[in-house]
């Protein structure tokens, strides 16, 4: 079985920094693309950042030059740098990875989501 746990998240002012993290762990045979998205009530998900088990990333328009998204392949971790943030970056962040596991096969797995507040 597999497990995407986040933390990192929380509450900051305008203009200021978070860094969420997203551990996978369990019977893990390879990942291939890790991502964050992020969802506000009463809208659709929308992806914020993707990046490779290469390295390449892929950003929303709305967080280019802000967010930073990286991962630690050693430690099955993805994270999220978020700088120069907006109250309307405030939803809650969700991380999602695409892992093969010997048992099931390749499969998306979501975490249980953590809230990032920006207050104005």
């Known amino acids: 079985q597999v497990h995407l746990v986040e933390s990192g998240g929380g509450e900051v002012q305008f203009g200021g920094s978070l860094r969420l993290s997203c551990a996978a762990s369990?019977?893990?045979?390879?990942?291939?693309?890790m991502s964050w998205y992020r969802q506000t009530p009463g809208k659709q998900r929308e992806m914020v950042a993707i990046?490779?088990?290469?390295?390449?990333?892929n950003y929303l328009d709305s967080v280019k030059g802000r967010f930073i998204c990286s991962r630690d392949n050693a430690k099955n971790t993805v994270y999220l740098q978020m700088n120069s943030l907006k109250p309307e970056d405030t939803a809650v962040y969700y991380c999602?990875?695409?892992?093969?596991?010997?048992?099931?096969?390749?499969?998306?797995?979501w975490g249980q989501g953590t809230q990032v507040t920006v207050s104005s």
């Open positions: 999602s990875a695409n892992i093969h596991t010997i048992s099931t096969g390749r499969f998306v797995y």
């Open positions: 990046i490779s088990s290469g390295g390449i990333t």
């Open positions: 369990g019977s893990i045979s390879s990942i291939y693309d």
